[in-house]
């Protein structure tokens, strides 16, 4: 993990062997007890071994919120990859330390930790898979060129139950970035005068998916609906087919801490999803046909 404390720029380092990967979220893995083995300056740390030039072992899973993300990286683990879910390292992209250093830089220091991860996946005889959270779409291209030969696929779903689902269980990333501003807001969505909350949520979806409309031919674009499908050819893209074809298993709770005891998720009934589209008619109406669109561009149909 990168910080910076009273102007000195810190890194944070653990021994992998000291996570636990089965949690839903790579920050839920770290030991409750000294989670961190050693720290460097991060001058000292980027000033050593330079990242690899091949990702080609590594996979990035995009995606929007409340789209089977955190499933689909339960159901990688059991097919034999190490997936970190959202680790924080790749925040570095956007907070830059504070604003202490510039893009490429960050870049490169992300570029170095991947590489690290790669290495130490592979001497576990696995491949890298990173999924990353809902709003690294904006670095979507500097990721990429960062991380040469790495996979990549984006997961997209309706727009109407992904927001039932924020409504319902609002995240706590999302009420930080209202309460401290740091969401683009969006003035055809701010007009209808909805929840503040579900139009910090849907700027941020209608940016994921603008995003990802001109990126078909780097990224792999996935629908919500075609997850168990498409599973075996998700693993392909991300080079995960060797030992036989996967199988998917929806009976997971992937958010749990232990998600191998745990119930299985229960989708919303259709009578709940009907009146939230009621109760949200006039953010809908600006936001689905924008999903249309971004259908339309990456060549696949409407699917909910």
């Not at 919120?65 to 097919?79: D, E, F, H, W």
């Not at 220091?109 to 709003?135: E, F, H, P, T, Y």
């Not at 949520?201 to 919500?224: P, S, W």
Request: proline share 7%; hydrophobic share 45%; glycine share 6%.
């Amino acid at each position: 993990m990168f910080s910076a404390v009273g102007g000195r720029q810190l890194v944070h380092l653990i021994d992998p062997a000291r996570i636990d990967f089965r949690p839903g979220f790579f920050v839920r893995g770290l030991p409750r007890q000294r989670p961190y083995d050693a720290m460097q300056t991060f001058a000292d740390w980027l000033a050593q071994d330079a990242a690899p030039a091949d990702f080609s072992r590594t996979g990035l899973v995009f995606h929007v919120s409340r789209c089977g993300s955190t499933l689909l990286a339960q159901n990688l683990k059991a097919s034999g990859a190490l997936v970190l879910s959202e680790p924080p390292f790749m925040r570095l992209l956007r907070t830059r330390l504070d604003d202490t250093i510039d893009a490429a830089t960050a870049a490169a220091a992300v570029a170095r930790v991947v590489g690290q991860w790669q290495d130490w996946a592979q001497g576990q005889g696995k491949r890298l898979v990173i999924k990353l959270n809902s709003q690294m779409h904006e670095w979507c291209d500097a990721i990429l060129a960062a991380l040469p030969g790495a996979a990549a696929l984006f997961l997209h779903r309706d727009p109407a139950p992904v927001f039932e689902s924020i409504e319902r269980g609002p995240p706590q990333y999302l009420r930080r970035d209202l309460a401290q501003q740091r969401h683009r807001a969006d003035p055809a969505l701010a007009a209808t005068h909805d929840d503040p909350l579900l139009l910090a949520a849907a700027a941020r979806y209608c940016g994921a998916i603008e995003t990802m409309a001109g990126r078909q031919d780097k990224v792999h674009m996935l629908a919500y609906p075609d997850l168990a499908a498409s599973f075996a050819q998700v693993c392909t893209v991300l080079g995960l087919t060797q030992g036989g074809a996967p199988e998917w298993n929806a009976a997971i709770d992937a958010k749990a801490q232990r998600p191998d005891t745990a119930a299985p998720y229960r989708p919303v009934g259709s009578e709940r999803l009907a009146l939230f589209r009621e109760n949200h008619a006039g953010m809908l109406a600006l936001v689905e046909p924008r999903y249309r669109n971004f259908l339309q561009a990456i060549g696949a149909g409407v699917r909910t």
